[in-house]
């Protein structure tokens, strides 16, 4: 019995998405097509891989072990693209995620090397906070992705990168004291962060979760370049990467509040699909490597 791999492809999918017809999307292929591939896989294997239930997709037992074997072979799939066709230089369009931070010191030189080793391949980046990077990578919609602590998902796979310091930060124009600065005296500073889940929202309100009892002036931003700006002008003070300001720091332009605790230091991955197979990853994966190390990104 031979069983099909693009009928192996199909079920992974569908096991990951929970639905035909995003499984369809996502190979670019009809929903009929997908429905005859599991129904043969079924089929071949003489068992059921999944059942409704309160009109959702649930896998069977004999769904989850195979969901595993699946996994593996896509896995195989993708390093013999990797390893076996070295010669050609072009890929389809790759879908990279990076974190604002990242973006801002590291994604000009990662563009000329991907230019560097596959000229003319076309890029889709996308800059966003991890817990959306790492849910579109789980669903597919990204190829690679950098991210600092992310959520868990079961078909994501992630390298650790590095480490990135964080700090609370303020414009000298506020003139907050030079020494330790007061739980109370952040609380009465305007206080900015991206927006929940993500990880400077969760640090910013654990730090100040004892003392909030005071009021917390949170103000939300998807965006961190434009939280920097902020901060900048004396708007507001937020925790932000200190390799984000490493400029600002060194002109004097604004400070690092020294405070009663410190802040943790924050994981950043390299994460991909389990099921995604594009030739190029581990390469690109290097490529982010060199790139955070020659600028310093992580500590």
């Not at 990242?102 to 230019?115: R, S, T, Y």
């Not at 007061?182 to 962060?193: C, V, W």
Request: charged residues 20%; hydrophobic residues 45%.
């Amino acid at each position: 019995m031979a069983l099909s791999f693009s009928a192996l492809e199909s079920f992974y999918w569908v096991s990951q998405l929970r639905s035909f017809n995003a499984a369809a999307d996502m190979l670019h292929v009809t929903q009929p097509t997908v429905s005859y591939r599991i129904r043969e896989l079924e089929e071949q294997l003489g068992v059921s891989l999944f059942v409704r239930q309160k009109r959702q997709l649930v896998l069977t037992s004999e769904g989850e072990a195979l969901k595993h074997y699946a996994e593996s072979m896509i896995a195989i799939a993708r390093d013999i693209e990797s390893n076996i066709k070295t010669r050609n230089t072009r890929l389809p369009t790759l879908r990279v995620g990076v974190i604002d931070s990242f973006a801002a010191v590291c994604l000009p030189a990662l563009l000329d090397e991907l230019d560097k080793r596959f000229a003319g391949t076309r890029i889709a980046a996308t800059v966003d906070t991890s817990h959306r990077l790492a849910d579109q990578l789980s669903e597919g919609l990204l190829d690679i992705a950098v991210l600092s602590t992310p959520p868990s998902h079961d078909n994501v796979a992630l390298e650790l990168l590095g480490r990135q310091s964080v700090d609370w930060v303020a414009s000298r124009v506020l003139a907050l004291p030079q020494g330790t600065v007061s739980d109370e005296e952040l609380l009465a500073q305007r206080i900015f962060s991206t927006p929940a889940p993500s990880n400077l929202h969760s640090l910013t309100t654990g730090f100040l979760a004892a003392s909030s009892g005071a009021g917390l002036r949170l103000n939300v931003c998807n965006s961190l370049g434009t939280i920097l700006n902020l901060v900048e002008a004396g708007t507001g003070i937020s925790i932000l990467p200190t390799r984000l300001m490493q400029e600002l720091i060194r002109s004097g332009t604004i400070q690092v509040l020294k405070t009663q605790s410190p802040l943790p230091l924050q994981e950043v991955f390299i994460g991909t699909n389990k099921g995604a197979i594009v030739r190029a990853l581990p390469q690109v994966t290097q490529m982010i490597r060199k790139v955070s190390g020659s600028v310093g990104f992580c500590v």
